[in-house]
T-cell receptor, first 114, second 109 residues
Framework: DSGVTQTPKHLITATGQRVTLRCSPRSGDLSVYWYQQSLDQGLQFLIQYYNGEERAKGNILERFSAQQFPDLHSELNLSSLELGDSALYFC?????????????FGEGSRLTVL | KNEVEQSPQNLTAQEGEFITINCSYSVGISALHWLQQHPGGGIVSLFM???GKKKHGRLIATINIQEKHSSLHITASHPRDSAVYIC???????????FGKGTRLHILP
C-alpha cells in the first residue's frame, strides 16, 4: 500500500460528459502528480501541484483541469469527454522537499468513455 | 526521436537469468526513476537516481550522467519479476516528467 488513494477505481461514462477524479496523497506529502496511461501513448505526465500551487504542466488538454486543495488532496476534472480520453489516470505524491524525489503511486482510476 | 528510449521493448528469459534493461535520454535531468507495473496496472517506484548506483534486494540500478544512460539489473530473476519496467526522467528545464515506453519482461519458470 503506497498510502496514495484514488477514487473512483473505475468509471464508465458517455462522450460529452464531465467527470472528476480524486487523489489523496500520502500523509505529509506536498506534491501531487497526475498521469494518463492509454494503450497507444503509454504514460504521459499531465500536471504537478505543490502545496496548492501548480508547479509543472505537461501534455494536459484544455478540456482537463486540476487543482490541489488546502488539505492537499487533488482533483482532476475531465470535461467534454471523447472516446480517446479512455485511459488509466494515475496520481502520485512525494514530499516535494527534494527535487525529483521518489514517487508513490495510487492504484489508478480507469476511465471508459462510450 | 523520443527523449527517453528504453531497450529492449520486450524480453523473455528463463528463471535465474541475469536481466538488464537500458534507458537512454537526450535531455538534462535532475533525477531518473525506475518504475514497475504489474498486470492489473499498479505502479511501484523501484529507484530514484541522480548519480551512481543503488541496490535493493536483487535489483540494481545505475546511472551515468555524462553518457545519459541508466540500466536496471535483476539478478537471479524469478517469474514474479514479470512486469513492465518503465524509465522516467525528471527534467531540470521545466520540472516535467517524461516516460519511456517501457520494457515488458516475462520470466519463464
Amino acid at each position: 500500500d503506497s498510502g496514495v488513494t484514488q477514487t473512483p477505481k473505475h468509471l464508465i461514462t458517455a462522450t460529452g460528459q464531465r467527470v472528476t477524479l480524486r487523489c489523496s496523497p500520502r500523509s505529509g506529502d506536498l506534491s501531487v502528480y497526475w498521469y494518463q496511461q492509454s494503450l497507444d501513448q503509454g504514460l504521459q505526465f499531465l500536471i504537478q501541484y505543490y502545496n496548492g500551487e501548480e508547479r509543472a504542466k505537461g501534455n494536459i488538454l484544455e478540456r482537463f483541469s486540476a487543482q490541489q486543495f488546502p488539505d492537499l488532496h487533488s482533483e482532476l476534472n475531465l470535461s467534454s469527454l471523447e472516446l480517446g480520453d479512455s485511459a488509466l489516470y494515475f496520481c502520485a505524491s512525494n514530499p516535494g522537499t527534494v527535487f525529483g524525489g521518489e514517487l508513490f503511486f495510487g492504484e489508478g482510476s480507469r476511465l471508459t468513455v462510450l | 526521436k523520443n527523449e527517453v528510449e528504453q531497450s529492449p521493448q520486450n524480453l523473455t528469459a528463463q528463471e535465474g537469468e541475469f536481466i538488464t534493461i537500458n534507458c537512454s535520454y537526450s535531455v538534462g535531468i535532475s533525477a531518473l526513476h525506475w518504475l514497475q507495473q504489474h498486470p492489473g496496472g499498479g505502479i511501484v517506484s523501484l529507484f530514484m537516481l541522480s548519480s551512481g548506483k543503488k541496490k535493493h534486494g536483487r535489483l540494481i540500478a545505475t546511472i551515468n550522467i555524462q553518457e545519459k544512460h541508466s540500466s536496471l539489473h535483476i539478478t537471479a530473476s524469478h517469474p514474479r519479476d514479470s512486469a513492465v519496467y518503465i524509465c522516467a526522467v525528471h527534467l531540470n528545464r521545466d520540472d516535467k516528467i517524461i516516460f519511456g515506453k517501457g520494457t515488458r519482461l516475462h520470466i519463464l519458470p
